[in-house]
């Protein structure tokens, strides 16, 4: 399986940005879609979204859809998690995960976020004072 590392957690103000960073230990990128997903204590893990393996889909959840913006580096094997205008309620620990799916796009029918990842990085906290 892929290892993921992520990075770039830390504590910021209401309206302000960070960037995270999920960096894998994979020789390809090549049909490994790769997503994100933040815990806080006590509550299941939510889904936020997901990047195709060659970049050209992408889908997020209602909640961070205009202020979270996915990316990837294939060269260097990162994907990149930017985020915008940021609340209180999107503090957690933030998670980037993987797997080899070829053929499942993120958007498009059959992409299932609970059956698409299979390798997760230990996360990064995001704090957010008001």
């Known amino acids: 399986q892929v290892q993921l590392t992520e990075s770039g957690g830390g504590t910021v103000q209401a309206g302000g940005s960070l960037k995270l960073s999920c960096t894998a230990n994979?020789?390809?990128?090549?049909?490994?879609?790769m997503g994100w997903f933040r815990q806080v204590p006590g509550k299941a893990r939510q889904y936020i979204g997901a990047i195709s393996w060659n970049g050209d889909d992408t889908e997020y959840v209602d909640s961070v859809k205009g202020r979270f913006t996915m990316s990837r580096d294939s060269a260097k094997y990162i994907l990149y998690l930017q985020m915008n205008n940021l609340k209180p309620e999107d503090a957690a620990v933030y998670f980037c995960?993987?797997?080899?799916?070829?053929?499942?796009?993120?958007?498009?029918?059959?992409?299932?976020?609970?059956?698409?990842?299979?390798?997760w990085g230990q996360g990064t906290q995001v704090t957010v004072s008001s």
């Open positions: 994979a020789r390809t990128f090549v049909g490994y879609n």
């Open positions: 995960a993987t797997k080899y799916s070829p053929g499942y796009y993120p958007g498009r029918p059959c992409f299932s976020p609970d059956r698409q990842f299979d390798s």
